[in-house]
């Protein structure tokens, strides 16, 4: 009876206020640890480029692109560990078909957004449906879910390895099917459109950062009846203009690189954002559920293929979307560019950092772009810098001819000559490295509770240590 | 707050407890269970051999057997992991022969597992918060906007405290913040005795819950499954240990060779020839 009055009681203090503030120091403390871990390797690793840079004496010019482009590696390889998390991290889903779902992204994006065709003084082969950029990227999205979700549909009832294999597979179907001259070109209903076969398509479509500003500018527009306000005061009036004072001559090509790199780390931010949502609730704790035991998952009372199909065609259309901003700002598109290496490079990214961490996978891929896909280049360029651009020895007849004689200088310079060739070398040794050393990752096995709210014990734990409730069961203490 | 709070306790206990109020409508159905001419064919062997059985509410039935009788099919085509070749099974009145696991976890029939199967690189806390059914937040835009998250926040912490009570309950509630990978057998047969509770079950099939458990964990375990047969659960047990079943199930079925050899009271049982032949004498 003590219990029927004082049991709400203690829910309300016991189970609200002391729980909510918990709750965000809980989290505040957890951000900020991550935001300060990610911010601290960023500026990390933008001071050895810088010092990297400075040390060779770059032209500024030459300076800010190599930052803006490791800005840009960076938030794509995030961007791609972040989506294959969310499959392999979270749900234990083996996806090796990475590439097939944004080439899917990119080419369904060109299909829509491309001027139609004969439109204009575009020069390509086909046109498109010359719909804006806007929905071209969110159809392109639909796009690669749904294919993840043919995908998914047969092959998640089997077991793992039958789904990398069907993955695999499928993103060299599309690799093919984009190269095939059957559909490279064709006329539905009055669009000439097409796939372009071999030669690939060119994307002349708007440049995604310009039509992002511009429609950012819409309101401005309306308030000032002005055209591109953002675009053409700002954009080009003001932030191109100030570049211009430093970076001569030409500096729009530098801005817009950089400007749509930082664009990029802010869509990485949203996935972010969105997975680490997405993970820290009771959905994403039955996605863990079902990576570690499918079967106890589905005896609770889970429909875990439901759950599968879900986080892999949500994994599929973010992997569509990494495809489209990633392909869809370079002019044009080939088929061949879209080989399983792609796939791998992005594995290897979620394994630096550590599956099924959200925080370990942005780390991943910024210690990816950085150090092993853009970091060889980039030390071969300050080294030949330094030495002052010596000749490398053509064949490694003779590199090696000097070895032996005790002079290895020529057999170094090949070395470095031959960097962008070893780069797939050391990622394959860094990568045997990790396994055996640390396969968990940079951040892996970290407890990131899947729970919308901090767990800890919703009442003073000074009450619990009474033997009571043991004897009553499962009724509120008091 | 050690005194009596027997009676008033236990029945608010049964107010607030969902699964207790399905044993409310006792009078509607007295065997939840009814399992009929159950058949399940592995190529030529046959596992189960037109096996029919009923189980009564918040009894505790033992099902014993030697090694192959069949028990673990049994269960496994009771639940949905495998699908029988013929027979029917019936809960509270409802076929739910064929029907996938989850579906027949959904409908408050809930197993565990021979070996214990805990979601290792979950913490305990996880592992029990995945459990209940029906919750808002396992939809993917209900956990995602913000607008909807605020239910899903509220529910959380609804089940947040059902978690702790039921782990202090099985007396591992300091282990909450621990991989469930790191517990020991023993705790980990706990751990999923009180996850399948939090599923708000009506009936507990356990399988081989006391396997591999020290004797003392085995009583505290035998305790719970007392407790909670008391407030209302049924359970039906799977066990090599015939002991153990004999002195604490009021009834014990006995399968040999995929056939149901005897089904009564654990004395009846020991009495029966075929029984004593099938452990004793007949082929293992």
Same mark, same amino acid.
């Given at each position: 009876?003590?219990?029927?009055?004082?049991?709400?009681?203690?829910?309300?203090?016991?189970?609200?206020?002391?729980?909510?503030?918990?709750?965000?120091?809980?989290?505040?403390?957890?951000?900020?640890?991550?935001?300060?871990?990610?911010?601290?390797?960023?500026?990390?690793?933008?001071?050895?480029?810088?010092?990297?840079?400075? =040390?060779?004496?770059?032209?500024?010019?030459?300076?800010?692109?190599?930052?803006?482009?490791?800005?840009?590696?960076?938030?794509?390889?995030?961007?791609?560990?972040?989506?294959?998390?969310?499959?392999?991290?979270? $749900?234990?889903?083996?996806?090796?078909?990475?590439?097939?779902?944004?080439?899917?992204?990119?080419?369904? $994006?060109?299909?829509?957004?491309?001027?139609? &065709?004969?439109?204009?003084?575009?020069?390509?082969?086909?046109?498109?449906?010359?719909?804006?950029?806007?929905?071209?990227?969110?159809?392109?999205?639909?796009?690669?879910?749904?294919?993840?979700? =043919?995908?998914?549909?047969?092959?998640?009832?089997?077991?793992?390895? *039958?789904?990398?294999?069907? $993955?695999?597979?499928?993103?060299?179907?599309?690799?093919?099917?984009?190269?095939?001259?059957?559909?490279?070109?064709?006329?539905?209903?009055?669009? $000439?459109?097409?796939?372009?076969?071999?030669?690939?398509?060119?994307?002349?479509?708007?440049?995604?950062?310009?039509?992002?500003?511009?429609?950012?500018?819409?309101?401005?527009?309306?308030?000032?009846?002005?055209?591109?306000?953002?675009?053409?005061?700002?954009?080009?009036?003001?932030?191109?203009?100030?570049?211009?004072?430093?970076?001569?001559?030409?500096?729009?090509?530098?801005?817009?690189?950089?400007?749509?790199?930082?664009?990029?780390?802010?869509?990485?931010?949203?996935? *972010?954002?969105?997975?680490?949502?997405?993970?820290?609730?009771?959905?994403?704790?039955?996605?863990?559920?079902?990576?570690?035991?499918?079967?106890?998952?589905?005896?609770?009372?889970?429909?875990?293929?439901?759950?599968?199909?879900?986080?892999?065609?949500?994994?599929?259309?973010?992997?569509?979307?990494?495809?489209?901003?990633?392909?869809?700002?370079?002019?044009?598109?080939?088929?061949?560019?879209?080989?399983?290496?792609?796939?791998?490079?992005?594995?290897?990214?979620?394994?630096?950092?550590?599956?099924?961490?959200?925080?370990?996978?942005?780390?991943?891929?910024?210690?990816?772009?950085?150090?092993? &896909?853009?970091?060889?280049?980039?030390?071969?360029?300050?080294?030949?810098?330094?030495?002052?651009?010596?000749?490398?020895?053509?064949?490694?007849?003779?590199?090696?001819?000097?070895?032996?004689?005790?002079?290895?200088?020529?057999?170094?310079?090949?070395?470095?000559?031959?960097?962008?060739?070893?780069?797939? =070398?050391?990622?394959?040794?860094?990568?045997?490295?990790?396994?055996?050393?640390?396969?968990?990752?940079?951040?892996?096995?970290?407890?990131?509770?899947?729970?919308?709210?901090?767990?800890?014990?919703?009442?003073?734990?000074?009450?619990?240590?009474?033997?009571? =409730?043991?004897?009553?069961?499962?009724?509120?203490?008091? | 707050?050690? #005194?009596?709070?027997?009676?008033?306790?236990?029945?608010?206990? #049964?107010? #607030?407890? @969902?699964?207790?109020?399905?044993?409310?409508?006792?009078?509607?159905?007295?065997?939840?269970?009814?399992?009929?001419?159950?058949? /399940?064919?592995?190529?030529?062997?046959?596992?189960?051999?037109?096996?029919?059985?009923?189980?009564?509410? !918040?009894?505790?039935?033992?099902?014993?057997?030697?090694? !192959?009788?069949?028990?673990?099919?049994?269960?496994?085509?009771?639940?949905?992991?495998?699908?029988?070749?013929? !027979?029917?099974?019936?809960?509270?009145?409802?076929?739910?022969?064929?029907?996938?696991?989850?579906?027949?976890?959904?409908?408050?029939?809930?197993?565990?597992?021979?070996?214990?199967?805990?979601?290792?690189?979950?913490?305990?806390?996880?592992?029990?918060?995945?459990?209940?059914?029906?919750?808002?937040?396992?939809?993917?835009?209900?956990?995602?906007? @913000?607008?909807?998250?605020?239910?899903?926040?509220?529910?959380?912490?609804?089940?947040?405290?059902?978690?702790?009570?039921?782990?202090?309950?099985?007396?591992?509630?300091?282990?909450?913040?621990?991989?469930?990978?790191?517990?020991? !057998?023993?705790?980990? /047969?706990?751990?999923?005795?009180?996850?399948?509770?939090?599923?708000?079950?009506?009936?507990? +099939?356990?399988?081989? @819950?006391?396997?591999?458990?020290? @004797?003392? +964990?085995?009583?505290?375990?035998?305790?719970?499954?007392?407790?909670?047969? #008391?407030?209302?659960?049924?359970?039906?047990?799977?066990?090599?240990?015939?002991?153990?079943?004999?002195?604490?199930?009021?009834?014990?079925?006995?399968?040999?060779?995929?056939?149901?050899?005897?089904?009564?009271?654990?004395?009846?049982?020991?009495?029966?020839?075929?029984?004593?032949?099938?452990?004793?004498?007949?082929?293992?």
């Amino acid at each position: 009876m003590t219990d029927d009055e004082s049991s709400p009681e203690g829910e309300e203090t016991g189970g609200e206020g002391p729980a909510e503030s918990r709750q965000r120091r809980g989290f505040d403390a957890l951000f900020d640890s991550d935001a300060i871990m990610l911010l601290a390797l960023l500026l990390g690793i933008y001071a050895v480029y810088v010092v990297g840079g400075v =040390v060779i004496g770059f032209p500024l010019r030459g300076l800010v692109n190599q930052l803006g482009q490791l800005t840009f590696w960076i938030a794509v390889f995030g961007m791609g560990a972040l989506a294959l998390n969310l499959h392999w991290g979270y $749900t234990g889903l083996f996806n090796i078909g990475i590439v097939g779902f944004m080439a899917t992204g990119v080419y369904v $994006t060109a299909i829509v957004s491309k001027p139609v &065709f004969g439109s204009g003084t575009s020069a390509a082969e086909v046109g498109g449906l010359g719909l804006p950029l806007f929905v071209g990227i969110v159809v392109g999205m639909v796009a690669a879910g749904l294919l993840g979700l =043919v995908a998914a549909l047969p092959a998640l009832r089997l077991r793992a390895d *039958y789904l990398a294999i069907v $993955t695999i597979a499928l993103s060299e179907i599309v690799r093919f099917t984009l190269l095939s001259d059957a559909v490279s070109k064709g006329t539905f209903g009055g669009y $000439t459109i097409g796939l372009g076969g071999g030669d690939g398509v060119i994307l002349d479509f708007a440049d995604p950062h310009e039509a992002f500003v511009k429609a950012l500018s819409a309101p401005f527009d309306l308030i000032l009846g002005t055209e591109d306000y953002l675009w053409e005061e700002i954009y080009l009036g003001v932030l191109v203009d100030a570049a211009g004072a430093i970076i001569r001559p030409n500096p729009k090509p530098v801005v817009d690189n950089f400007f749509y790199a930082a664009l990029l780390l802010i869509v990485m931010g949203g996935f *972010y954002a969105l997975l680490r949502r997405t993970g820290n609730s009771p959905f994403g704790r039955v996605l863990k559920g079902i990576r570690e035991d499918e079967d106890v998952t589905n005896a609770l009372g889970k429909d875990t293929n439901l759950f599968k199909i879900k986080s892999f065609v949500v994994g599929c259309a973010l992997m569509g979307l990494v495809g489209i901003l990633w392909f869809g700002a370079q002019g044009s598109v080939t088929p061949n560019t879209f080989r399983p290496r792609i796939t791998f490079y992005i594995w290897i990214a979620l394994i630096i950092g550590g599956a099924g961490s959200n925080t370990g996978s942005v780390i991943g891929g910024a210690i990816f772009a950085a150090f092993l &896909f853009q970091g060889p280049l980039y030390f071969k360029n300050v080294v030949e810098t330094v030495l002052g651009n010596p000749e490398a020895p053509a064949s490694f007849g003779a590199a090696m001819a000097q070895v032996g004689a005790g002079d290895v200088v020529p057999f170094l310079l090949y070395t470095l000559d031959s960097l962008r060739q070893l780069q797939l =070398v050391i990622m394959g040794l860094v990568l045997i490295w990790l396994m055996h050393n640390r396969p968990q990752g940079m951040l892996g096995h970290r407890k990131e509770i899947a729970s919308s709210i901090p767990l800890s014990r919703p009442s003073a734990p000074a009450e619990t240590d009474d033997g009571s =409730v043991a004897t009553d069961g499962g009724d509120p203490r008091e | 707050m050690s #005194e009596p709070e027997s009676s008033a306790a236990d029945a608010t206990d #049964e107010t #607030e407890r @969902p699964s207790a109020s399905a044993g409310d409508d006792v009078e509607t159905d007295a065997a939840p269970l009814q399992v009929r001419d159950l058949r /399940k064919e592995f190529g030529a062997i046959t596992a189960v051999d037109d096996a029919s059985f009923d189980i009564e509410r !918040g009894s505790l039935t033992g099902l014993i057997g030697p090694n !192959g009788a069949g028990k673990s099919t049994t269960f496994n085509c009771i639940t949905g992991v495998h699908q029988p070749t013929a !027979g029917s099974v019936r809960f509270n009145g409802e076929e739910i022969t064929g029907l996938a696991p989850h579906q027949v976890a959904d409908r408050g029939l809930v197993r565990t597992f021979q070996i214990a199967r805990e979601l290792g690189q979950m913490t305990v806390l996880e592992n029990m918060m995945v459990a209940p059914k029906g919750q808002v937040g396992e939809s993917l835009w209900r956990s995602v906007l @913000p607008f909807a998250r605020r239910a899903v926040d509220r529910q959380e912490e609804e089940i947040l405290e059902r978690a702790w009570e039921t782990l202090e309950f099985f007396e591992i509630d300091h282990l909450a913040d621990e991989y469930a990978s790191n517990l020991s !057998g023993g705790q980990r /047969k706990l751990l999923e005795l009180a996850r399948a509770l939090l599923t708000d079950p009506e009936m507990l +099939l356990l399988d081989e @819950p006391f396997a591999g458990v020290n @004797p003392t +964990l085995e009583d505290r375990l035998l305790d719970h499954v007392h407790d909670l047969r #008391e407030q209302g659960y049924t359970f039906l047990i799977v066990e090599h240990d015939m002991d153990l079943i004999m002195q604490n199930c009021e009834r014990v079925i006995v399968m040999h060779q995929g056939r149901i050899l005897t089904d009564g009271t654990p004395e009846e049982v020991k009495n029966d020839e075929d029984v004593i032949e099938a452990y004793l004498g007949g082929e293992v």
